[in-house]
């Protein structure tokens, strides 16, 4: 629920049948969140906090963290789209790629992620996540700059494949940072500040696309693309290592009583920081918990218009009859479209309580429309095609609220990895209207589904001693118990 809202929605599936947890009495401390750590005694955590001091403490944690994920996701789309602009740039032709060998470099990205998803997750939780996440970024970046080296359909391949890999780590990894540190109701808004910086992307991406088109030295602009955007995700990744925070717990930058603060304004929550161990019964439950199995298939149906349109964005452009450079240029527009329409739905998220679905389902339309533009508008209309080009932009703000609406109803650690472990997949433009007709279908079932629990759970409580009113919070709060089996944990939709 966001903050205060209890008489909100519910899940169809019965959270009475779940996996039975650890007794609640004498919970051993490896199964505790490692918050607890801070205090020295339970009663420590309802300590009252000053509005004022925590008013400053966020904007302290904003400068923490926001700077490093943004600049990060910057990076993402960047890396994503400098196979397109090599395919601008002559890679298709020096290499001698033809047919699908395009498409698989471009798919194989993907296979890569999919491949290290799961175990990537489960490493972020037994290791140091800051520091985890910088040595991910400056692989891929290797990676990146190896690919100027490549001199066949073959080695690029295998380096694609190598680099999908390493980026497996970045949205659940952003996802679970931002759980850490915020508040469920200051999640989107502080997701759609990270996330739009990939609107900064592909601004500058285009930018950087077009001063290394022209520069004239004694390698293919192509081999420019990736040494430079290789080499400056490698720096990025050194500089996360060094300062990117792993947890509120060990914060660097914090005092004791900062730190203590930080756990405490989490309370509300119900899904604790973290939790080192993992717990084979969270795993069991993400596996029988419908939810999961909707984010799953959201995480597929989102990124095949995500896909397509950062691998092939540019050959959409340029295939509207624009020269080389007159295609970089002309993904700025894009980029800034994206990101005021992140801001503009996260603005009105924190507006209105449990709207995240409604305002998904609202910044899909665009993009919708956009698709059937390209497919049905004449080649020979290149401004109503390029309308619709720029009309898949606003998704990006949709696709925001769905990281946020996972992160926000999933709890437990160990479950939230698992939880995290989302495919990408990308194909062509029927594909995109498909799939986003498939992502309103999806939406509005979990938007039904989060709503009826909380109604469920809403009645259980009622009919105790003390009502919900009377709800001991402070018991679930860190116990690193799931949102099925934490019955004061409310959903968000």
């Not at 989107?188 to 991406?205: D, Q, S």
């Not at 990124?303 to 007159?326: A, H, M, R």
């Not at 004449?378 to 095609?385: F, K």
Request: aromatic share 14%; proline share 4%; net charge neutral.
């Amino acid at each position: 629920m966001e903050s205060g809202d209890v008489k909100s929605g519910s899940t169809t599936h019965d959270e009475r049948t779940s996996v039975s947890p650890p007794p609640a009495t004498a919970v051993a401390m490896i199964d505790v969140d490692v918050a607890m750590a801070l205090f020295d005694s339970p009663d420590q955590i309802n300590e009252p906090i000053d509005p004022a001091e925590e008013r400053k403490l966020v904007r302290k944690i904003d400068l923490m963290i926001l700077p490093y994920l943004a600049v990060c996701y910057a990076f993402f789309y960047i890396d994503k789209t400098t196979l397109s602009y090599a395919a601008i740039f002559g890679i298709r032709e020096d290499l001698n790629l033809t047919g699908a060998d395009y498409n698989w470099l471009s798919s194989v990205f993907y296979f890569g992620f999919l491949f290290w998803a799961f175990p990537t997750n489960f490493l972020m939780q037994r290791l140091p996540i800051g520091r985890y996440l910088g040595v991910n970024i400056f692989l891929w970046g290797f990676f990146l700059m190896l690919q100027a080296a490549g001199k066949n359909f073959g080695q690029l391949l295998a380096l694609r494949f190598l680099a999908g890999a390493a980026e497996a780590c970045a949205d659940p990894s952003f996802m679970l940072i931002t759980s850490m540190w915020y508040t469920r109701k200051q999640q989107p808004v502080r997701m759609g500040l990270w996330y739009t910086a990939n609107g900064f992307g592909i601004a500058l991406g285009g930018l950087l696309g077009y001063g290394i088109g022209n520069i004239r030295g004694v390698l293919p602009s192509w081999k420019y693309e990736f040494l430079i955007i290789g080499a400056l995700c490698s720096a990025w990744g050194i500089v996360m290592f060094i300062f990117l925070p792993d947890s509120p717990v060990t914060a660097k930058g914090l005092s004791i009583g900062e730190k203590r603060m930080a756990v405490q304004r989490l309370r509300e929550n119900q899904t604790g920081i973290e939790n080192k161990h993992l717990k084979g019964y969270q795993v069991i439950e993400a596996f029988t918990d419908v939810k999961v199995y909707l984010f799953f298939a959201l995480g597929i149906v989102c990124n095949v218009p995500n896909g397509g349109i950062s691998n092939f964005g540019t050959l959409i452009i340029q295939g509207f009859g624009f020269d080389q450079l007159g295609t970089t240029l002309l993904q700025i527009p894009y980029g800034v479209l994206i990101a005021i329409s992140i801001l503009v739905c996260v603005y009105l998220n924190d507006r209105y309580v449990n709207r995240r679905c409604i305002f998904i389902l609202l910044f899909l339309l665009p993009n919708i429309a956009g698709a059937f533009g390209l497919r049905f508008i004449d080649p020979s209309n290149r401004a109503g095609r390029l309308v619709s080009y720029y009309l898949t932009g606003p998704y990006n703000a949709a696709f925001v609220m769905i990281l946020s609406l996972q992160t926000a109803n999933t709890s437990g650690h160990t479950k939230k990895v698992v939880t995290n472990a989302a495919p990408y997949y990308e194909l062509g433009i029927w594909s995109m209207i498909v799939a986003h007709l498939i992502e309103a279908l999806i939406i509005t079932t979990l938007w039904y589904l989060l709503r009826r629990e909380n109604r469920r759970r809403d009645r259980i409580q009622v009919a105790t001693a003390g009502g919900l009113e009377g709800r001991d919070l402070d018991t679930t709060a860190f116990a690193d118990m799931t949102d099925r089996e934490n019955l004061n944990f409310r959903y968000i939709y």
